[in-house]
């Protein structure tokens, strides 16, 4: 299994940019694809971003498309969620995810992180 950590989170401004980190351990020579998840106070988890294991393919939630970049080195193990022009509706806990395929659209994650919070104030 692959275990994973998140850091980044922080207190910003609205307008402002942040860049938050998927650390994987454990079993990551096996192929996984990854995401990036989000959940608000008194909302539902959803998905901000995916990409594949490759790191040719992503997509994203239609309210980040063109603000947030998602990226990934399997030579460092990481994956990275760039965010820009930060919004307060986008303050969430944010959790990285993974699951072991080679589709380059996974429905569902198996393996979580811990999260990390993103507040944007106004």
């Known amino acids: 299994q692959v275990q994973l950590v998140e850091s980044g989170g922080g207190l910003v401004q609205a307008g402002d940019s942040l860049r938050l980190s998927c650390v994987a351990s454990?079993?990551?020579?096996?192929?996984?694809?990854m995401g990036w998840f989000r959940q608000a106070p008194g909302k539902e988890r959803e998905v901000v971003a995916t990409?594949?294991?490759?790191?040719?393919?992503?997509r994203y939630a239609d309210s980040v498309n063109g603000r947030f970049d998602i990226s990934r080195d399997n030579f460092l193990h990481t994956m990275f969620l760039q965010m820009n022009s930060l919004k307060p509706e986008d303050t969430a806990v944010y959790y990285c995810?993974?699951?072991?395929?080679?589709?380059?659209?996974?429905?569902?994650?198996?393996?979580w992180g811990q999260g990390t919070q993103v507040t944007v104030s106004s």
């Open positions: 454990g079993r990551t020579s096996s192929n996984y694809a």
């Open positions: 995810a993974a699951v072991y395929t080679d589709e380059a659209y996974p429905v569902e994650f198996v393996y």
């Open positions: 990409v594949s294991w490759s790191g040719g393919i992503s």
